[in-house]
């Protein structure tokens, strides 16, 4: 499955903006799929994880509460929806599948990346 990420830009502290990730090639209702992000200068970190069915995700602790993902099959497409943005948030996110249905925060358990998208976040 082919992934890309969109939605990412320039948003200050308090905002929210909403990351989509669309598939082709194949459909996401049968990977679970999750998001990582990359802080420039920093390894590449978990953020959330939707499982296959749609109905079960697991976030880091510093995103509870404030990002919520979710999925949309008929579009084809697993958002990011993201409140209450902090400086801290600003990196680039990634989205990534697997063929699977564990809560796995390693990004060697994915297989299939987007490009990511950037997010800058002012305080």
């Known amino acids: 499955v082919q992934l890309v990420e969109s939605g990412g830009g320039l948003a200050q502290a308090g905002d929210s903006l909403r990351l989509s990730c669309a598939a082709s090639g194949g459909a996401l209702s049968n990977y679970q799929v999750a998001w990582f992000r990359q802080a420039q200068g920093k390894e590449r970190e978990f953020v959330a994880v939707?499982?296959?069915?749609?109905?079960?995700?697991s976030y880091t602790d510093s995103v509870k509460g404030r990002f919520t993902v979710s999925r949309d099959s008929g579009m084809n497409t697993v958002y990011l929806q993201m409140n209450a943005l902090k400086s801290e948030d600003t990196a680039v996110y990634y989205c990534a599948a697997r063929v699977g249905n564990a809560i796995l925060r390693l990004t060697t358990a994915y297989n299939s990346w987007g490009q990511g998208t950037q997010v800058i976040v002012s305080s």
């Open positions: 939707l499982l296959r069915d749609g109905d079960f995700a």
